[in-house]
């Protein structure tokens, strides 16, 4: 799909979400290769943490007052710290390799980073009101 360039018109065109829909994609991808046992406990965990990021931001991006976008992007930002944990998890259970857990790491921290942005140009936009 090719997403929005230049001027923020849909949720598809925050930087935040198009990094997060990236991370969807490559937890999914990572977790089909994970035991079947755990289809219904980290796997399922993951997957719902995961889709939660960008969900809360497109639901953010459609409020119409600066209040209750930052409560739908704190809860994607709460989203990304949590699967950051369960990929520590995943990791040292033995399920994805160390450079798997580092590039996933990598893009989440990009997320997480670009989701803070938002949520202090919401507040930022809050306090000048």
Partial sequence: MNYGE????TFFDLNAWKE???LVLSIYKTTGDFPREELFGLVSQMRRCVVSITSNLAEGFSRNSFKDKLQFYAIALGSVTELQN???ISKD???ISEEKYNEIMQRSITVHKLINGLIKKSKSIIHTS
């Avoid at 230049?6 to 018109?9: E, L, M, N, P, R």
């Fill in 6 to 9: 230049g001027k923020i018109q």
């Fill in 86 to 88: 369960q990929m520590l």
């Fill in 93 to 95: 259970l033995g399920f």
């Fill in 20 to 22: 997060g829909h990236q």
